[in-house]
Every structure is written in structure tokens, then in C-alpha cells.
């Protein structure tokens, strides 16, 4: 049941009429024109900088005959309707869905095969790539969802790479080392084999949250997003072996990512907020492509907009929370408030537990670099208080944990000679050897607040 009552929505089209009925003010049809090259970006930076993040739905795209729906995951609210979540409780949810998965449903027919294209008459032309920022290569396709079998155990792994316009049937990938997708395509190059793919566009927003699970290399992602729908999701096999997509997707490009072929991939602007990543990267071919009867185009801005940082957010946060709490059972929250950064709160009863925290939060996701460990006293979201307790609980000789030449982010501009690989911190910013041991935090005894009111001392209107 969504939050208005109804049936959870079955797809994104059906997510999307959902919402622009309940929420038409977070809608938005624009029927003017718009260039696929700076335009979209410019609407979508401006109405961030007015404090708005409203679904965009472009009707004309410049080149194009493809609608563009953008800005679909910028609010926890929106994903959270789409499976009739409370946005408070969505980490639970989210968790609820890891430990219940409902594995996938094989079908052999769905809305998807509307209309296919061959290889012959494919050209990425046609598609409304976009070019979001000064410094992109580019035109870029973003929220492709790649998905791959692994053909030990035939799990498929889901993953959002960004895809660069190359030729007519070609883009350039970019796949992180040591993420999964990156570790099937070593398997298979190791065998001199290409990989098959399918690159799935405009799936129904739980697709999004499987695709940036984060867990151990196996685990059934497909199954994560049936536990967060509730139902199995349907599958349909492809015509490369291996290659499986969804029924209800708006477009499916169905490809390979060829063995021992590297060109220019990059630069591209990225979450992190720089233009990273330029280097020799694999080649994906198309072979044939998929699509509903009026297709709907999902776009995600590149770089640092709400949308990209609010949908990574929610997985990436409950993995910490999920793997921290295995190491800490007094695990109190967790907030991821920028690229490669974590902070803590847990309940310490025991000295070293902060650097439990810490470890078990860097074994779980390459990506993170910094880890900042508070007490349950502080605001994890304020980060004036974080800074606070860094600032009275530290002491760098001793609560600093440096762990160098770890894998990282690729995208991490600061990182030296060899690109990923980082030195990772932890800061213990808990009080030693305790909270109840430390000196007291100023505060005004309880029961006078309680007793005193304000508007018998002083007029807050006029204030
Ligand atoms: C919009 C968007 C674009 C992304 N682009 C990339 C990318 O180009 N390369 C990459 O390695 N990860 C990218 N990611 C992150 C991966 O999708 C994410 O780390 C995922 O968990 C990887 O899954 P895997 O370890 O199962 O392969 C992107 C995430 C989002 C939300
Ligand atoms: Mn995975």
C-alpha cells in the first residue's frame, strides 16, 4: 500500500501518474524545448538553487523523440511513496528487505518487448544523451542500470554505471575496481570472453535502491528489490546467454562489454563534486535494444545534485548500520553526510569500541575514507556538534586511527599516484574512557525549564 492507501505503483510510469495526482506540485511538465547539451542541467541547478525538486518530466528533447523524466529519487519522501514507506522509518524498511528477499520471477513475455531494434538499426544518436557540465567528455547516459550474471551462480548483479557516447553502438563504462560489476568483467576477460549486459532505463524506483545495495560479491540483488516491493519482480531472458532484464522497463539495451578493448572514458563531472576520471576504459557494444510503446527516457543529473546523493544515501546508510551493529551492538545511528565520509553514534560501554565501528564500517565499503566516531549525547546530523566533539573528546596522538594504501574511490581527487587507492582515518571522537567519566555538558536543571514559562518574562512576538 503506498501512503495515500492504493496499490504499491507496478512500474515507473505507474509511479509516476501516481505522483503527479498526489503530489502535482512536485511535478513538473515542461513543454518548451529543451538541448540535451547544458540545458537540462541549467533547469535542474536553478531550481535546486530556488530550493525546489520537483519530478521533471521534459516532453521535447532537442534531437529526440524521447519524453525525459529526471529528479525522480531527489527526495526520500518520493522513493519512499513508491513503496508505500514512511520516509522515517525507511532505514528499517530498507533493512527489512535484505533479511526477507523474495527472488526473482522468470516471465517470457512483458510490457518491455513492445518494440525492438536490431543491431543494424541502432544508433545512440537517437537517444537523448545528455552533457551536464563544462568538462564532460561527452554526451553521457547515467541511469542505466547494468545488470550481469554471474555464471558460477547465476545471481545477477545490478549497478549504475555512467556510459559515454563513443560511435553509433558503442559507449564507453566506467566500473570502479574492486565493485562487482568490475569483478564479473575480470572473470570473464580472464577467459578472453566478452560480458553480456543489459542496460536497463525507467524501472520503478525500488530497482534504483537494489542497484546500490552494498554487500558481499553474490548477493541477489534482484531479491532485495523483490523484498522491498513485496512481490517477485519479472524477468525476461535475453537473447545473449546470460542476459536477463526487466518486464516493465521503459528501454533495455541489451550488450556486451568487450574483453581487452580500452579507449578514452572521461572526464566526467561526478558526485564527488570535481571532473575525475579521465583514463583508458572498457567498450560496451549494443546488440539490440527494447522498448515499451512510448518509451519513457529516465535521466539522473551527473554530478553533485540532490538526486544522486539522496538515492545512494539510503543503502549506503543501512549497510553501515547493518554491519556496525554486528560489531557494536549499542549502535545507535549513522549518517553519511558527503562523499566518502561516515559518522557514528553509538552507546560505548567498553573502550575500543569506536575503533570496532570504525573497522567494521571500512571492511564493509571501499568507498569510505573517513569515519568519525561520536557518543549517543551527540546530533549526528548537526554537524556543528560533530565538530564540537571532535574539538573537546580528541586527542590526535592518541584517537586518530590512519590506515594507509587501502582501496578507494577512484573519484577521489586527492588520492596520490595510484588512482583508488587511499589512506583511510578514523577520528574517535567519543568521550574517554567514558561519557559519565567526562566532565559534564552545561545544562540548565531540568525541572526549572520545565517550570518556567517563557511569556511570562518576555514577548517572542516582538523579539
Ligand atoms: C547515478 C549513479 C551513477 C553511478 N555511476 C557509477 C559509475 O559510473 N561507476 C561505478 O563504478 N559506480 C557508479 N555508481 C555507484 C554504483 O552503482 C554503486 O556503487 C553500486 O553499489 C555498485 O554495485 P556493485 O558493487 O554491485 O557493482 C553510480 C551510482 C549512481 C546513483
Ligand atoms: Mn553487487
Not at 528499517?92 to 531494434?117: C, H, K
Request: proline share 7%; with cysteine.
Amino acid at each position: 500500500m503506498n501512503p495515500s492507501g492504493g496499490e504499491i505503483p507496478k512500474d515507473l510510469r505507474g509511479f509516476l501518474e501516481y505522483y503527479e495526482q498526489a503530489h502535482p506540485r512536485e511535478f513538473c511538465r515542461i513543454e518548451k524545448e529543451v538541448d540535451p547539451r547544458y540545458e537540462a542541467a541549467a533547469i535542474l541547478t536553478k531550481l535546486e538553487q530556488a530550493r525546489k525538486l520537483p519530478i521533471l518530466r521534459y516532453e521535447k528533447v532537442k534531437g529526440s523523440s524521447f519524453p525525459v523524466v529526471t529528479n525522480v529519487y531527489s527526495t526520500k519522501k518520493k522513493i519512499a511513496a513508491s513503496i508505500g514507506a514512511d520516509p522515517r522509518r525507511f532505514r528499517q524498511t530498507y533493512l527489512a528487505a535484505m533479511e526477507n528477499p523474495i527472488p526473482p520471477r522468470l516471465v517470457t513475455g512483458g510490457p518491455v518487448l513492445d518494440q525492438t531494434i536490431s543491431q543494424d538499426d541502432f544508433d545512440w544518436k537517437d537517444f537523448p544523451l545528455m552533457t551536464y557540465h563544462q568538462g564532460d567528455a561527452a554526451p553521457y547516459l547515467t541511469a542505466g542500470m547494468v545488470l550481469a550474471e554471474d555464471p558460477e551462480t547465476g545471481r545477477t548483479n545490478a549497478s549504475f554505471n555512467r556510459l559515454m557516447y563513443q560511435g553509433r553502438n558503442r559507449v564507453g563504462i566506467f566500473m570502479t575496481v574492486g565493485k562487482h560489476l568490475h569483478e564479473m568483467y575480470s572473470r570473464m576477460e580472464d577467459q578472453d570472453q566478452p560480458l553480456p549486459i543489459t542496460i536497463c532505463l525507467g524501472s520503478h524506483p525500488a530497482w534504483a535502491l537494489g542497484a546500490l545495495h552494498i554487500g558481499p560479491y553474490g548477493d541477489d540483488e534482484l531479491a532485495i528489490i523483490g523484498g522491498l516491493l513485496g512481490r517477485p519482480v519479472e524477468m525476461i531472458r535475453g537473447d545473449l546467454p546470460g542476459t536477463i532484464f526487466p518486464a516493465e522497463a521503459e528501454i533495455v539495451f541489451e550488450a556486451v562489454i568487450e574483453p581487452h578493448i580500452r579507449e578514452e572514458e572521461g572526464p566526467f563531472c561526478e558526485f564527488s563534486g570535481y571532473a575525475t576520471g579521465r583514463g583508458l576504459r572498457p567498450v560496451v557494444t549494443v546488440t539490440s535494444v527494447h522498448l515499451r510503446e512510448k518509451a519513457i527516457f529516465q535521466d539522473i543529473c551527473g554530478g553533485q545534485h540532490r538526486e544522486h546523493l539522496v538515492m545512494a544515501t539510503i543503502p549506503m546508510e543501512a549497510n553501515f548500520y547493518r554491519t556496525i551493529k554486528g560489531a557494536v551492538p549499542t549502535l545507535v545511528d549513522v549518517h553519511v553526510p558527503a562523499p566518502f565520509s561516515l559518522i557514528v553514534s553509538i552507546k560505548k560501554r567498553f573502550p575500543g569500541q569506536a575503533q570496532s565501528a570504525m573497522l567494521a564500517a571500512f571492511s564493509s565499503d571501499i568507498y569510505l575514507k573517513h569515519a568519525i566516531v561520536v557518543d549517543e549525547d551527540v546530533d549526528i546530523t548537526n554537524l556543528q556538534e560533530v565538530i564540537w566533539a571532535i574539538a573537546t573528546r580528541v586527542q590526535a596522538d592518541t584517537d586518530i586511527l590512519v590506515i594507509p594504501g587501502v582501496r578507494g574511490s577512484s573519484l577521489d581527487p586527492s588520492c596520490g599516484q595510484q588512482e583508488g587507492v587511499v589512506t583511510k582515518m578514523g577520528i574517535d571522537a567519543t568521550a574517554k574512557p567514558s561519557l559519565s567519566a567526562f566532565p559534564k555538558r552545561n545544562k540548565v536543571p531540568r525541572d526549572v525549564l520545565d517550570r518556567l514559562k517563557l511569556e511570562d518574562y518576555v514577548n517572542l512576538e516582538e523579539l
